[in-house]
């Protein structure tokens, strides 16, 4: 068996081995999945690698084209140098038998990291590269316990050159968690706003990372994909108001649509919704509730049309930045909407 224990993913990140070729990241931390197949891509190009050496690729392209991935594993570089080959796997097309062949067949000089959500142990994906007895190895990634949480404020800490009081180490930890990019960045956020005072106080913490506008911001996201017309509008309103970044508001509601698609792709392969629900740690009984109402109601291809439209308005805000808040405005409203439609139609059925 060629699967690790979380416990000792980490350890394996640190020094990672490079005869492997495939990688299969999987869990219910999107932020924590991204930031390992990152780490480990890192890892095996240097630091420094050419952004042309990564190739990132969406399991439907793959699906749709199935020699796809075989052409980029095998293909040689034209600059030289080795490659890193980035799949998210979501939606309900199988990809393992394509796969199947690279693990058997290694390319030379280029890695395939698999970036999936929660995977049962019955996935194919998940079988396929568990039961490899070499060539491919799982690095299952599960939202952050206490431990993992003080080592990632500790990193920031040390980074920054800061120390915490024990009362605020506490409290920063009882709002962290569930989500290991969102942990990094807010502990990022207050050891910036703590720069130079060399510790962080219990106030740090609540000025900088117990911030109502981004409770606000999370209950205006929910509202947007729970179909509350009424409580997108008033919360968009009172964000632009407070002067806030709809932008970020915008990134916010991407990540969240990502995750809810990564875990919507693994009911689509048999999870039950209760199932995942109940796995989820380090977020409030009242946010669980919301994610259950949430992926009973968006299926996989209403999520995707979701993901493209917010995308493109994020793309087009970029463009067009003096009308940024407004073009992404519309398109969180259009979102919101979707889910209004798909709760109607849900109700007809």
């Known amino acids: 068996m060629t699967a690790l224990k979380a416990s000792e993913v980490e350890r394996f990140l640190a020094r990672p081995d490079r005869s492997i070729p495939v990688f299969l990241i999987y869990g219910n931390d999107t932020g924590l999945i991204s930031e390992r197949a990152t780490r480990l891509t890192r890892s095996l190009l240097g630091k420094d690698a050419d952004a042309l050496s990564i190739i990132r690729l969406e399991s439907s392209e793959i699906a749709s084209d199935p020699a796809r991935l075989a052409d980029e594993a095998y293909a040689i570089s034209m600059f030289g140098g080795d490659r890193v080959i980035r799949v998210d796997v979501g939606?309900?097309?199988?990809?393992?038998?394509?796969?199947?062949p690279l693990i058997k067949d290694p390319p030379t000089g280029t890695w395939i990291?698999?970036?999936?959500?929660?995977?049962?142990?019955?996935?194919?994906?998940?079988?396929?590269v568990e039961g490899a007895k070499a060539g491919a190895i799982a690095l299952p990634s599960y939202a952050d316990?206490?431990?993992?949480?003080?080592?990632?404020?500790?990193?920031?800490?040390?980074?920054?050159?800061?120390?915490?009081?024990?009362?605020?180490?506490?409290l920063l930890r009882?709002?962290?968690?569930?989500d290991r990019l969102a942990t990094?960045?807010?502990?990022?956020?207050?050891c910036l706003y703590a720069a130079g005072q060399g510790e962080i106080a219990e106030?740090?913490?609540?000025?900088?990372?117990?911030?109502?506008?981004?409770?606000?911001?999370?209950?205006?996201?929910?509202?947007m994909l729970s179909g509350d017309v009424g409580a997108f509008e008033r919360g968009l309103h009172r964000h632009r108001a407070a002067g806030l970044s709809v932008v970020s508001m915008a990134s916010s509601a991407l990540r969240q649509l990502q995750s809810l698609h990564r875990i919507r792709a693994s009911i689509d392969a048999g999870l039950s919704v209760s199932q995942i629900v109940d796995g989820q740690r380090?977020?409030?009984?009242?946010?669980?509730?919301?994610?259950?109402?949430?992926?009973?109601?968006?299926?996989?291809?209403?999520?995707?049309?979701?993901?493209?439209?917010?995308?493109?308005?994020?793309?087009?805000?970029?463009?067009?930045?003096?009308?940024?808040?407004?073009?992404?405005?519309?398109?969180?409203?259009?979102?919101?909407?979707?889910?209004?439609?798909?709760?109607?139609?849900?109700?007809?059925?």
Request: hydrophobic content about 45%; cysteine-free; aromatic content about 2%.
């Open 282 to 349: 380090g977020i409030s009984f009242q946010r669980k509730r919301a994610l259950e109402r949430q992926l009973r109601l968006w299926t996989t291809a209403s999520l995707e049309r979701a993901l493209t439209r917010l995308e493109s308005g994020l793309l087009n805000s970029r463009l067009n930045y003096p009308l940024a808040a407004e073009i992404l405005g519309e398109s969180l409203l259009a979102i919101t909407r979707e889910a209004v439609r798909l709760g109607r139609t849900k109700d007809a059925a």
């Open 113 to 128: 990291i698999l970036e999936a959500g929660e995977l049962r142990r019955d996935h194919a994906l998940r079988k396929l």
């Open 145 to 170: 316990e206490a431990r993992d949480l003080d080592r990632v404020i500790d990193e920031e800490l040390r980074a920054a050159g800061l120390t915490i009081a024990p009362d605020a180490r506490e």
């Open 203 to 223: 106030a740090d913490v609540r000025a900088a990372v117990g911030d109502v506008s981004v409770l606000a911001a999370d209950d205006t996201i929910e509202a």
């Open 91 to 100: 939606g309900n097309r199988p990809i393992h038998a394509i796969v199947e």
């Open 174 to 178: 009882s709002v962290l968690g569930g």
């Open 184 to 190: 990094r960045q807010e502990v990022q956020k207050l």
